[in-house]
């Protein structure tokens, strides 16, 4: 009978007869997943593989690019593929890069002649990661969002255990915090993820994967209590606790109903925070670079320039401050007066940056250990990083505000340490279980049992020497392998020499391989002994792990200690090195005097020159005209990251730094199009600037670059001045780069608007040459030299001649914007009829080229 090549799911159930055991396995572990985790690829443990059969074999084939197999009998077939154990970790991170669910099903005994149990180990979705081997360096957040008055959303990174909420009175609000926090997976409550129209905007604006989770009242104040102990005060909406719970439940059904490292819940008041859209992020160029750099160079980001932190747990805080800078004086304060003690003491500076160095990631080690999944090196890491502890807090002794508070936290833990060198040797091996890990004096038991094995390998490592003495046989040898175990070995010229009570297990070309029942008694002893050994090992290294865990709120509190003093003395070395001061929070004014950009002025060091910026009450507007590639954007960009260096309580580059605590930076910076929205570059900027203009506020700061040029000139300036004037009205302070030059004569009919230019010449050395001097100075720009920067981008010669020409006559002629303007000054009070016919006459000739 041939045999049919089926699906699994379409086998199931057809009266065709039972699936094979193992395949009635496979189909029930994966069925009984997917039924609270759709979707989900299960990695079924066949040896040294991960298989998977059916369709699910089709799919993982086409996903990871495997070879696509069959497992067959003889009246049945199907689609099978697999990939190796050891090389699992690498598909499963692609899987999840994907956006791909993945079940792990291990063996939970050795193969025998019966069906082999197996359990499903884990359960991995992108945000619900723990494993180091496929997290990155940066947060790994799951979110869910539920609604009640508003919008809810509780965040929470199972790597370390941070844990967080926030309400928001509207979907804009609550989408400008999402974006800053980059969940990797999100679950939405039913009358979000039911309404078709808000879904699909949702998916529109973050591609990420959308799960299920139960967002009911009641079995959301189980999980918060479960996890929690209580129902905190700071939950104070059914939203709020809707969220919370979804996100703790869904995460509680991955990790095996363990979730020892969620030990708080945070809530913010995202009012508390500067606020910054993701526009803003990408067009300050924070987190990435629009343009990325050549290998090995820096990467062009604000973090990139920034990332002098020494430990992966002070890179993720410094991304989380600069996602929420504070608004808060006293906050900014305490942490700019620590990065002044650092600053003003280097050799504490680089003696606590020096420990730091050698500081394993403590805050996910904390978290794997409150979960008991600690591997034995990361337990051996842990002790090395708490060892580090009580030098860093002897370091900051006599220091008070917020670096003697940090004193105060870092708390050695002397006893976990002592507990920890105790038990495990020095250089443990990977996994519990292979023996080797426990050291010696720990566990009387385990002692007795390797003092017992040990005698016997003593007795056949002498066994060689008495054995040569009785035989008269000088080179006999004993020796060992994986098929015959331990053998007594002879060459062929002294075979009549062996004993009677020896048997022969193998002959060679010229030697042979015997046994004696005494060797093998003693070779199963010790198999047995050291078997019994590596498991009782495995059972201390698992006590060790809960002993640990009981510690695990007071490792969360001083990896937390270590996170924030690495981001303060990275800040103050940076601080340090590249002559950035110290700015004064101010009530309303804005001076920066040789302000510099962060990343810009490291990419080309001193050749960077330096501007100066002031703004206040009764200077509110700046209009910055000049040609392109002169340096208005750069200016734009270093002013508003002065002010968000100075709320995140850094110092700024900058010879003299005030500021005001800005409660949000609004950017409309670059040209870009979202095609696959169906929307153009115009499109993109408008709704970008519709953003702005509804946001902005008094204490807003406004960075707006070449606003309306993604339409005709005419409608390009009156949404440009138009735009500026809806600002003004806002009392924004706003920074507008255009080469719209007649929105300069805006400046003394505008309250507060000032305009600036950057110094540009032609160079008279050169024909058609430019020099750019960087250099903003006040009043309007004469000219963009549009012509002059596109010979420099090298269009061809006779493109940019013929520009040139036509640029001539237009200019000779004056265009309709100059006619208008006539038109504009004309007084028609005091026109005589003669006159106005002589002034039409004029214009006519200018429109025809007459001269």
Known sequence: ???????????????????????????????????????????????????????????????????????????????????????????????????????????????????????????????????????????????????????????????????????????????????RWRAREVLLAPELSGNAALLADFQSRFPVMLSQGSFDVSAARTEVIAALGEVPASVGTDALLRACGAVLGYARGTQQGRLEMVRRLSRYEPGAQLRLNDWALRALEVFAAQHPGVAGQPDGSLIGTLSETRSAGGRRRLRAWLRSPLRDAVSIAARQEAVAALVGAPDLRHGVRALLYRAHDLERLSARVATRRAGPREVAALARTLDLLPDAAGLLDGQDGLLGALRGRLGGLPDVVALIRAALVDDPPIRSGEGGLIREGFHAQLDAMRGEALTHREWIAALEVSERVRSGIPNLKVGFNSVFGYYLEVSSSHLAKVPADYRQVATLKDRARFTRPDLREHEREIARLEGAADRLEAEVFTQLRESLSGHAEALSEAAGAVSELDVLAALAEIAAERGWVRPVTTDGEVRLVQARHPVVERSVGERFVPNDAHLNANRRTLIITGPNMAGKSTYLRTVALCALLHQIGSFVPADTAELPLFDAVHTRIGASDDL??????????MSELADILHGAGARSLVILDEVGRGTSSLDGQAIAQAALEGLHATGAYTLFATHYFELTRLEGTVPGLVNLHVAAQEDPQVAGGLTFYHQVMPGAAQQSYGVEVARLAGLPQGVTARAAQLLAGLNARGDDTALRRELASLDLTRLTPMGALELLQTWQRLARGES
Do not use: W
């Open 1 to 179: 009978m041939q045999a049919t090549d089926v699906s699994l799911t379409k086998l199931k159930g057809t009266g065709r007869g039972p699936l094979p055991p193992m395949l009635e396995q496979y189909v029930s572990m994966r069925d009984a997943v997917q039924e609270t985790y759709p979707d989900t690829l299960l990695l079924f443990q066949c040896g040294d593989f991960y298989e998977t059969f059916g369709e699910d074999a089709e799919r993982a084939a086409r996903l990871m690019g495997l070879t696509l197999t069959h497992k067959s009998s003889r009246d049945f077939s199907t689609p099978m593929a697999g990939l190796p154990v050891r090389a699992a970790d690498a598909h499963i991170e692609r899987l999840l890069a994907m956006g791909v669910r993945v079940a792990v099903a291990d063996q939970m005994e050795e193969p025998g002649s019966g069906l082999v149990d197996r359990k499903v180990t884990q359960l991995l979705t992108p945000g619900t990661v723990t494993d180091e081997r496929l997290l990155s360096a940066d947060e790994n957040f799951l979110a869910a969002v539920a609604t009640g008055n508003g919008y809810a959303l509780a965040l929470l990174d199972l790597s370390t255990g941070e844990f967080r909420c926030a309400s928001f009175g509207t979907r804009a609000a609550l989408y400008d915090d999402l974006s």
């Open 676 to 685: 696959a929205g169906g929307r153009s570059t115009f499109m993109v900027e």
